[in-house]
């Protein structure tokens, strides 16, 4: 060991015994009483760990083939220290950093995609609506294998990102593995500004129902519900569609839970330090506390979307309908490393009402029910009197529309048009929700009658 190296690892060690004095403190402090006790590092411990660190510096700076600045060695050691973390946590070099800014507070080019690790691979939570990805036919589930000729195998989330996104009208290519596939399938798209109207809204044709999809959970989410909420008077009862919702603002989840649960708590956020768990809960305030609710969740339903459905799902307020939820409910910040890079580390995970937990669990669907359309009789002939009616009346009313004036074409925008029969029968799912919401009716109204 030269004496250079030697005076480095004497003045990290005095560094670390002016230190861990205030360490120690800070986390007697810290240390939440109810977390299981675990073996406390003693100073020496620390010292000994340090010292095989240096240890691990000097031979690489000193035998390994190509020559590697000190700067790059701590950096990569802090990156594989992160990545084997867990799949959410990362080291944020300067150029990461600026593009996770970018990505929070500015405009980018991207696919409209949202990824996780599952299992090792990188998993595509959810494309959404009307995005590249949507349209190239990307779906939840789907393993990225390569983006462009780079393989993804331990591949960071960040990483991962930060390849997918680009200036718009870019060309990318992913190679992507499906279940339902025998070979891996090459998509190409074109990268573009990705703008998402969160909320959408059709009434039930047939009944006094009302469908609401939300795509993600941005700032609007809970003002877009409200507003489609309060334009049917009779409403008897909703279809959640939280289906491919990668979620979002947490606000916006407990703001949205706060419309449908009056009383009691949705979720909550617990970590090693105590004093920073906290417990979301209802406002008292619930302008449909009582309103029949059907929610429907897949494979990419997650995090926020997770929050809602499983609150709902806990206060007894809901029936979930689909399958099992992807499984993120942990919580990240970023914590600045000098001027330019930061980390990025999960410090707590979600908690629904029940006491579980979402993260890599997910939520479990009361029903489970798998996509598809509708089982048709098509060996008989089903067209009722009433049937050819009801369609002849609907084409009527086509042709009327297009002879009214403008003004009043205007007024009804295409998101009005109601879901109907043949839209139902090719979303098995959402015929489930709707016969639920039925079946929830018929119950309510016997236990009126028995009173």
Do not use: C
């Amino acid at each position: 060991m030269n004496k250079f190296f030697a005076a480095g690892v004497v003045s990290s060690v005095l560094s670390v015994f002016l230190v861990v004095n205030a360490l120690e403190a800070s986390q007697h402090e810290a240390a939440p009483p109810t977390l299981k006790k675990s073996h406390k590092p003693t100073t020496q411990e620390r010292i000994n760990a340090l010292k095989k660190f240096s240890s691990v510096v000097e031979q690489i700076e000193r035998y390994y083939v190509d020559k590697v600045s000190i700067n790059d060695i701590v950096d990569k050691a802090i990156d594989g220290l992160l990545s084997n973390l867990d799949a959410h946590s990362s080291y944020l070099t300067p150029k990461k950093f600026r593009d996770f800014r970018a990505q929070t507070e500015g405009e980018f080019g991207g696919l409209g995609i949202t990824v996780g690790i599952r299992d090792g691979a990188l998993t595509v939570i959810a494309p959404l609506d009307d995005t590249p990805a949507f349209r190239a036919g990307i779906k939840a589930g789907d393993v990225i294998l390569k983006i462009n000729s780079e393989s993804t195998l331990n591949m960071t989330i960040d990483n991962a990102v930060n390849l997918m996104r680009g200036k718009p009208k870019t060309p990318i290519e992913l190679t992507i593995v499906r279940k339902s596939e025998s070979k891996p399938l090459v998509i190409k798209m074109l990268r573009d500004i990705i703008k998402i109207k969160s909320v959408h809204a059709k009434r039930i044709e047939g009944t006094d129902y009302l469908y609401v999809r939300v795509n993600s959970f941005d700032r609007n989410v809970v003002k877009g519900v409200l507003t489609e909420l309060k334009k049917v008077p009779k409403l008897e009862g909703i279809v959640l569609d939280l289906r491919s919702n990668p979620g979002g603002l947490l606000n916006q989840a407990i703001d949205l839970s706060n419309l449908f649960i009056k009383q009691g708590l949705i979720v909550s956020q617990k970590g090693r330090i105590k004093s920073e768990d906290i417990a979301y809960r209802a406002t008292g305030r619930a302008p449909y506390p009582n309103l029949p609710i059907a929610v429907l969740v897949n494979g990419g339903t997650a995090s926020a979307s997770e929050i809602v459905s499983g609150a709902l799902q806990d206060h007894k307020r809901a029936i979930v309908i689909g399958e099992d939820t992807f499984g993120k409910g942990s919580v990240q910040t970023t914590f600045p490393v000098g001027r330019e890079e930061a980390i990025k580390i999960t410090i707590a995970r979600y908690y629904l009402p029940s006491g579980r937990t979402i993260q890599a669990v997910g939520i479990k669907p009361d029903i489970v029910i798998h996509p598809g359309s509708v089982p048709q009789d098509e060996s008989k002939f089903n067209l009722k009197e009433a049937d050819l009616k009801h369609h002849l009346e609907q084409e009527l009313k086509e042709l009327d529309r297009k002879k009214d004036t403008k003004a009043l074409s205007n007024t009804a925008s295409k998101g009005e048009k109601p879901i109907t029969l043949k839209d139902i029968n090719a979303d098995i799912q959402l015929k489930v929700a709707i016969d639920t919401l039925k079946v929830w009716d018929i119950i309510m109204a016997s236990k009126e009658i028995s009173k």
